[in-house]
């Protein structure tokens, strides 16, 4: 069975940082991509971050660029997400999803999500 | 950043109808599109993967067509459990972008 499981969401203050996981079974992780999307509440979906297979290609939306990083470690089949600089307008679910290998990127397989809220 | 506009936003429909939801491009992505149903409370589900590939367990109801800027998603037939959001992505190019989503309501 397919298994995505993120961990690490909570409440933080702005400014504040948090380290989001994704253990991952079931599927072939080394050889996925994998990505993180996100979704305000009662609002549509946001990628991300995504990182190659290998590690070697890694690429951020705007708004999150220098404060957030994504990493992976194939001998655990995880995924992070370390998010510093947090701002109100982090606050969602977090979800991390697989594409499988190519130049063709889709999300399937994904996790439940983790909420991360950012307040004061 | 490639701009994806779904149309309608929001729609009502009856369980047996036939409805389409259209996703254009602000410039063309080839047929790097994809769409996923969204329940409530739930993580979203890929229904079709470049333009017109239907994943492996989605109903053979859904379908998918269109390439360069212009994409619909066909429900043939609706069923309860196709009362959802569905979002149209396109994966042509980072910053990969969604669609603002339809809502799919019971009439």
């Known amino acids: 069975e397919v298994q995505l499981v993120e961990s690490g969401g909570g409440l933080v203050k702005p400014g504040g940082t948090l380290r989001l996981s994704c253990a991952t079974s079931?599927?072939?992780?080394?050889?996925?991509?994998m990505s993180w999307v996100r979704q305000a509440p009662g609002k549509g979906l946001e990628w991300v971050s995504s990182?190659?297979?290998?590690?070697?290609?890694?690429y951020y939306a705007d708004s999150v660029k220098g404060r957030f990083t994504i990493s992976r470690d194939n001998a655990k089949e995880s995924l992070f997400l370390q998010m510093n600089n947090l701002r109100a307008a982090d606050t969602g679910v977090y979800y991390c999803?697989?594409?499988?290998?190519?130049?063709?990127?889709?999300?399937?397989?994904w996790g439940q999500g983790t909420l991360v809220t950012v307040s004061s | 950043d490639i701009q994806m506009t779904q149309s309608p936003s929001s729609l009502s429909a009856s369980v047996g109808d036939r409805v389409t939801i259209t996703c254009r491009a602000s410039q063309s992505i080839n047929s790097y599109l994809n769409w996923y149903q969204q329940r409530p409370g739930k993580a979203p589900r890929l229904l079709i993967y470049s333009a017109s590939n239907l994943q492996s367990g989605v109903p053979l109801t859904f379908s998918g067509s269109g390439s360069g800027t212009d994409f619909t998603l066909t429900i043939s037939s609706l069923q309860p459990e196709d009362f959802a959001t569905y979002y149209c992505h396109q994966s042509y190019t980072t910053p990969y972008t969604f669609g603002q989503g339809t809502k799919l309501e019971i009439k």
């Open positions: 999803a697989g594409s499988p290998g190519g130049d063709r990127v889709w999300f399937d397989p």
């Open positions: 990182i190659s297979s290998n590690g070697g290609y890694i």
């Open positions: 079931g599927f072939t992780f080394r050889t996925h991509t």
